[in-house]
């Protein structure tokens, strides 16, 4: 069976203790505020892109692929912020929604 997602974090052998520490105490701050700011304005935009999105799956059955492709790109990058709070991973998010590939993240 194939599922729809695929969501790949790969294990870091050796995380910053600095980074660690700076995360827990003021990841709010330079994490939550400009990456929370940009998402909640993207996050608007997503609703009524999805709602835009439902009339032409209704009328038409198909989902246009620039609403896809615009809804995808705010899921991976609200996923590379959750990574990043969550200790997952030591590299600090894009401001992007670009795959994994396009990035070149070693």
């Known amino acids: 069976m194939s599922y729809p997602v695929k969501f790949n974090v790969e294990y870091p052998e050796k995380s910053s203790r600095g980074i660690l520490l700076l ?6 701050l ?5 990456h929370g700011f940009m998402l909640a304005i993207f996050g608007i935009g997503v609703f009524f892109v999805m709602i835009i999105a439902w009339f032409a799956i209704l009328f ?3 989902f246009p692929k ?3 492709d615009f809804i995808i790109r705010y899921l ?3 996923a590379n912020v ?7 991973t030591d590299k600090y998010p894009p401001f992007t929604g670009k795959e994994v590939e396009e990035q070149k993240v070693n």
């Open 23 to 28: 995360r827990t105490f003021f990841g709010w």
């Open 30 to 34: 330079y994490v939550g505020i400009p």
């Open 60 to 62: 038409t059955g198909k």
């Open 66 to 68: 620039g609403m896809f």
């Open 76 to 78: 991976r990058w609200q």
């Open 82 to 88: 959750n990574a990043y709070m969550m200790f997952l």
